[in-house]
């Protein structure tokens, strides 16, 4: 069982920054592959980034490719979302979320197994 506690969302003026990070309980952290998903308002969930258990393989949507950047920390239990340059249309609630690492790493949400709470980012223009 994982636990997953996203943090440092919060206001942001468009061109700015903010760093997401997501701390993970429990044992064997780095036996999962981890991602970052969001969801706008009246839109569904959306895949950002992924990244796998060592971290060195990592996948990003298009739209966030060159802004973004994801890493994990396997030491600390946590892995991070970078985002800069960013948007009003990166407005949104982020997800990190675990699954298994015998799977190949996944831009797909169901494919996750465990999810955290999610922390509100909004981007004002």
């Not at 996203?6 to 064997?28: D, M």
């Not at 780095?30 to 895949?47: D, V």
């Not at 030491?75 to 990166?90: G, I, R």
Request: proline share 1%; net charge positive.
């Amino acid at each position: 069982q994982v636990q997953l506690v996203e943090s440092g969302g919060g206001l942001v003026q468009a061109g700015g920054s903010l760093r997401i990070s997501c701390v993970a309980s429990g044992r064997f952290f780095s036996r999962y592959n981890m991602g970052w998903f969001r969801q706008a308002s009246g839109k569904e969930r959306e895949f950002v980034a992924a990244i796998s258990r060592s971290g060195g393989e990592i996948y990003y949507a298009d739209s966030v490719k060159g802004r973004f950047t994801c890493s994990r920390d396997n030491a600390k239990n946590t892995v991070y979302l970078q985002m800069n340059s960013l948007k009003p249309e990166d407005t949104a609630v982020y997800y990190c979320a675990a699954h298994f690492a015998w799977r190949e790493l996944s831009t797909n949400w169901n494919d996750y197994n465990y999810w955290g709470q999610g922390t509100r980012v909004t981007v004002s223009s």
